[in-house]
């Protein structure tokens, strides 16, 4: 196993422009980890409930997921409702429950406790922080998301947490939340300086900003002709960046940037279609053909 | 004469978070004129009032800008109020003076009306639509700017001068009004589809995004440490795109894709300062610099 992550799996409600679904799989561990599959051996910690589709851990599994590390547990799946109605860049959250979650205790066995790269999505902090803590070793790259409700609730150990991963991946408003910081390199830099020695800052349909050690990378969000539905967009993303980073095992200034661009390709399919129909179908050459797409949306030549 | 603008030439009121200026040189046509001055010649069409500053004329002629057409009738220069106090990516107007603009009827003399590339900033249509008539023959290449205010008022004539433009620069919002349509791949279409080749969607500081036959080019913002006035980023963006094609002589996909460096470039100069004051005062190894800066920001390597 090359990536640990843990985070939520879910049924998700979610209603956008382009239709609705009542109950489709999600939650920010499984696109995650389906998306990482397609660059390297992914590990999944969490819960899911009795209501669990045996189908859908199917998926995962043809994905060459381990989901040794996803417990089933008494009581109901993980649930979160939202739309996109009136922008396409941002979730309102209708409804959340936690359901199973609520009482999660993390076990890694020893595959999962000695992952060299963990990724800690969106999810309570103090969940996150115990996970890592769980770890037989310090990874050699850990990388975390988090949203507003922790930083409202929780800022203290999210803080805590950050001062320890490599880097954050976040949104930009809540960049500006946890910083204070209303311009985004000022963000970047506040972010840096709390421990990180990189920070991505995602902005939807806008793309997403690398900062780094000296360097800044701005990777395009793709123009696509239709967008179906986010959800999911920036796990996929952290799903194609850490899975980039542990297939190369390099996380220097060159393979950060390309793993910016490999999170945005993974990104750009997970919004082309509901839930994970995209992105649980895709091939080699789908990716190849689309980070090419990409080349070719940035390529320039100098000025003569 | 490479290029021939049309456009504003203006005092500005500006409050902007980094501090206020009851009276700087701006409008459209000088910014314009200014950036694109480093990438070939210039000249003007436009109209000050007779409150003008000799000086201002000789700043602009400093830079090689023909000012021969920019003529100074009785009456206040073009006045306009604005401030960008909550979103930086956005001016609220508080005011506009028409002053001398109101009764211009631009003429062109030979050398004006021979350039074989012309900009028609943002302007009446009806305005624009005049200089383009006055060309002694079609030029190489014309692009046109507009605001929200034209859409409203004025959108016949307006779609008709484009419709007879190769290029519209616009922004992101405006694009979405004169379009109809939310999303920016939708609305670019639709722009191409009243007649240009290409469009230029202005985003702030999220860069801008080029539509072209068969490309798009997903140009972005430099991550300034530090936004001191975006009056006239579009501007000193139109200025450096269009002068890169008139210094190049060629309007194909590679010029197009490098010119929208090359506008990114002095739109970056021109918001680190207030008004002119830094894209006034540029060498060429300023440009050069800051266009590498561009090319760091923006490489990857190839999926391994």
């Not at 542990?246 to 661009?261: G, P, Q, W, Y």
Request: proline share 4%.
């Amino acid at each position: 196993m090359k990536i640990l992550v843990v985070g939520s799996v879910a049924y998700d409600a979610v209603e956008t422009p382009a239709g609705k679904r009542e109950s489709q799989l999600g939650g920010a561990a499984t696109y995650f980890s389906v998306s990482a599959s397609y660059f390297t051996e992914v590990g999944m910690i969490g819960v899911v409930g009795d209501d669990f589709d045996p189908a859908d851990i199917e998926m995962l599994q043809s994905h060459n997921i381990d989901t040794s590390g996803l417990v089933k547990a008494e009581g109901k799946t993980f649930r979160w409702s939202g739309e996109y109605m009136e922008d396409i860049n941002t979730a309102v959250t209708l409804d959340t429950q936690l359901n199973v979650f609520g009482d999660f205790e993390p076990e890694l066995d020893e595959a999962c406790a000695n992952a060299p790269y963990l990724f800690l999505a969106n999810i309570d902090p103090n969940l996150q922080l115990k996970v890592l803590n769980a770890m037989a070793k310090r990874p050699k790259m850990v990388a975390n998301d988090t949203m507003n409700l922790w930083i409202d609730i929780a800022k203290p150990v999210l803080t805590e947490l950050i001062s320890r991963v490599d880097a954050l991946l976040i949104n930009e408003d809540e960049a500006r939340q946890l910083t204070g910081e209303d311009h985004l390199p000022d963000a970047a830099n506040a972010i840096i300086k709390l421990g990180p020695n990189a920070t991505v800052i995602k902005r939807g349909e806008y793309g997403a900003t690398l900062f780094g050690d000296g360097f800044s990378f701005a990777a395009p969000a793709y123009p696509l002709e239709r967008v179906v539905d986010p959800t999911g967009a920036g796990d996929s993303f952290a799903g194609g960046f850490m899975g980039y980073l542990a297939s190369v095992d390099k996380v220097d200034e060159e393979s950060l940037r390309t793993a910016a661009i490999a999170g945005s390709t993974m990104a750009s399919f997970a919004v082309e279609d509901f839930g994970l129909d995209r992105i649980k179908n895709l091939t080699k050459s789908d990716i190849d053909e689309r980070f090419k797409a990409f080349v070719d949306l940035t390529r320039f030549n100098p000025l003569t």
